[in-house]
């Protein structure tokens, strides 16, 4: 069979890589320790639900229904795997799941080994994941698998000529809760109509983090009554842009939120700024105050930074590609990115709700900031149209939980 000649390619493929490359090397190690974890975690007595995400995006769409099966219905237990180590590395204790491990690859051998351990009763797929031998061995065992937050495009290969027996894969899921209906058409093309249209969960996931927002004492302090703004997964070129305005700017206030935290990367910020800054952990209540500029030289606080803002960028726009633009329309405030957004979705949404705002350069980005900063009603009402956006786009949570049997 080409699938499961591809599937040892790949295992085989992936090991010799480990020989020259440390991600690689994770992977082959937690795919070879994933039983050993199973067997001496695994709770017999337990009726598991098992969540499977390839990394850490895909989780955090999978993480809203874990947190809320987690709470509705405490008498499952949660399996999450992963597939990649951008997803395990970061996650492997995270305690909204009893067991976290690696997924093997989608070998005979290894599907069988895995399922007759875990012996799951229900099965979360999150988006793009279709291991077909996986699928089947759930399928012909009756255990139930969703695909949650799925996306499908023409050129994917269930739609070409040569992908028909593909497609088949399709067929093993209970249900496919899609994010469009461009989605829901092509998979009814062929012959796939168990599908419902539940938008993003990531909406969900935004609304919720936004409500369990951590209170910055440090980061209140600096802003004060200052106009500011926050720029979150920054890169050099984004930097270049964003600190020049800054510089000429007094009455506002700058908070930098870099993809990279490391000293290098902090030090060149830190050579571009003409006025005053701190790095977050070096600030105090008595210094932070002075400052006119807060480096953020740590990680997990993003999410929560954001409430402090007037206005926001998301860095990525000038390189592989823009981050997050959810965590920050969230809180009503117009998001600002570069020009690489094409592919993603809620960028293209929130340009044409006038809630986001592509720049292309210099001169773009000081007219923008220059109408933000003399119209007040121009950026209230740009804020509230991000808002709106994410709040009008909320509830795909309770669609799934209204179509899975628990």
Same mark, same amino acid.
Request: with cysteine.
């Given at each position: 069979?080409?699938?499961?000649?591809?599937?040892?390619?790949?295992?085989?493929?992936?090991?010799?890589?480990?020989?020259?490359?440390?991600?690689?090397?994770?992977?082959?190690?937690?795919?070879?320790?994933?039983?050993?974890?199973?067997?001496?975690?695994?709770?017999?007595?337990?009726?598991?639900?098992?969540?499977?995400?390839?990394?850490?995006?895909?989780?955090?769409?999978?993480?809203?229904?874990?947190?809320?099966?987690?709470?509705?219905?405490?008498?499952?237990?949660?399996?999450?795997?992963?597939?990649?180590?951008?997803?395990?590395?970061?996650?492997?204790?995270?305690?909204?799941?009893?067991?976290?491990?690696?997924?093997?690859?989608?070998?005979?051998?290894?599907?069988?080994?895995?399922?007759?351990?875990?012996?799951?009763?229900?099965?979360?797929?999150?988006?793009?994941?279709?291991?077909?031998?996986?699928?089947?061995?759930?399928?012909?065992?009756?255990?139930?698998?969703?695909?949650?937050?799925?996306?499908?495009?023409?050129?994917?290969?269930?739609?070409?000529?040569?992908?028909?027996?593909?497609?088949?894969?399709?067929?093993?899921?209970?249900?496919?809760?899609?994010?469009?209906? &461009? *989605? %829901?058409?092509?998979?009814?093309? $062929?012959?796939?109509?168990?599908? /419902?249209?539940?938008?993003?969960?990531?909406? +969900?996931?935004?609304?919720?983090?936004?409500?369990?927002?951590?209170?910055?004492?440090?980061?209140?302090?600096?802003?004060?009554?200052?106009?500011?703004?926050?720029?979150?997964?920054?890169?050099?070129?984004?930097?270049?842009?964003?600190?020049?305005?800054?510089?000429?700017?007094?009455?506002?206030?700058?908070?930098?939120?870099?993809?990279?935290?490391?000293?290098?990367?902090?030090?060149?910020? &830190? *050579? %571009?700024?003409?006025?005053?800054? $701190?790095?977050?952990?070096?600030? /105090?209540?008595?210094?932070?105050?002075?400052? +006119?500029?807060?480096?953020?030289?740590?990680?997990?606080?993003?999410?929560?930074?954001?409430?402090?803002?007037?206005?926001?960028?998301?860095?990525?726009?000038?390189?592989?590609?823009?981050?997050?633009?959810?965590?920050?329309?969230?809180?009503?405030?117009?998001?600002?990115?570069?020009?690489?957004?094409?592919?993603?979705?809620?960028?293209?949404?929130?340009?044409?709700?006038?809630?986001?705002? &592509?720049?292309?350069?210099?001169?773009?980005?000081?007219?923008?900031?220059?109408?933000?900063?003399?119209?007040?009603?121009?950026?209230?009402?740009?804020?509230?149209?991000?808002?709106?956006?994410?709040?009008?786009?909320?509830?795909?949570?309770?669609?799934?939980?209204?179509?899975?049997?628990?």
């Amino acid at each position: 069979m080409i699938y499961n000649l591809a599937m040892y390619l790949l295992e085989l493929g992936v090991k010799l890589a480990a020989l020259f490359s440390d991600k690689p090397a994770k992977m082959v190690k937690g795919h070879r320790d994933a039983f050993e974890l199973l067997k001496s975690k695994f709770d017999r007595n337990a009726r598991y639900i098992w969540f499977h995400a390839a990394s850490l995006g895909e989780f955090e769409q999978g993480r809203p229904l874990i947190e809320r099966i987690r709470k509705e219905y405490p008498q499952y237990k949660i399996l999450q795997t992963f597939f990649s180590p951008s997803g395990y590395e970061v996650r492997k204790n995270y305690d909204g799941a009893d067991i976290v491990c690696y997924l093997p690859i989608d070998t005979p051998s290894n599907v069988k080994k895995f399922i007759d351990l875990v012996n799951p009763c229900m099965v979360f797929f999150v988006k793009y994941e279709f291991w077909q031998n996986y699928l089947n061995a759930l399928s012909k065992k009756g255990v139930p698998v969703y695909s949650v937050s799925s996306i499908f495009r023409p050129g994917q290969i269930f739609f070409r000529w040569y992908g028909k027996s593909y497609q088949q894969v399709l067929k093993t899921f209970a249900h496919l809760f899609v994010q469009n209906e &461009e *989605s %829901k058409q092509l998979l009814a093309e $062929i012959g796939v109509k168990n599908t /419902t249209v539940v938008g993003d969960t990531r909406f +969900d996931r935004v609304l919720d983090i936004c409500v369990a927002a951590k209170q910055l004492p440090l980061v209140q302090k600096f802003k004060g009554d200052a106009l500011t703004f926050v720029a979150g997964s920054s890169w050099g070129p984004d930097e270049d842009i964003f600190i020049k305005y800054f510089n000429a700017h007094p009455e506002m206030k700058l908070i930098i939120a870099p993809h990279v935290v490391n000293d290098s990367h902090l030090k060149e910020i &830190e *050579s %571009k700024l003409q006025r005053s800054c $701190i790095r977050y952990t070096k600030a /105090t209540e008595e210094n932070v105050e002075q400052a +006119d500029c807060l480096i953020i030289d740590c990680y997990g606080l993003l999410s929560s930074i954001y409430r402090y803002g007037e206005i926001s960028y998301i860095g990525g726009g000038f390189g592989v590609g823009i981050h997050n633009v959810l965590e920050a329309a969230v809180y009503g405030i117009p998001v600002i990115f570069g020009p690489n957004n094409k592919k993603f979705r809620e960028a293209q949404h929130l340009l044409a709700n006038k809630g986001g705002f &592509e720049i292309n350069g210099y001169e773009d980005f000081e007219q923008l900031m220059n109408k933000f900063l003399t119209d007040e009603a121009y950026l209230k009402q740009s804020g509230q149209a991000a808002g709106d956006y994410v709040k009008g786009n909320a509830g795909a949570m309770d669609k799934i939980m209204s179509n899975i049997a628990l």
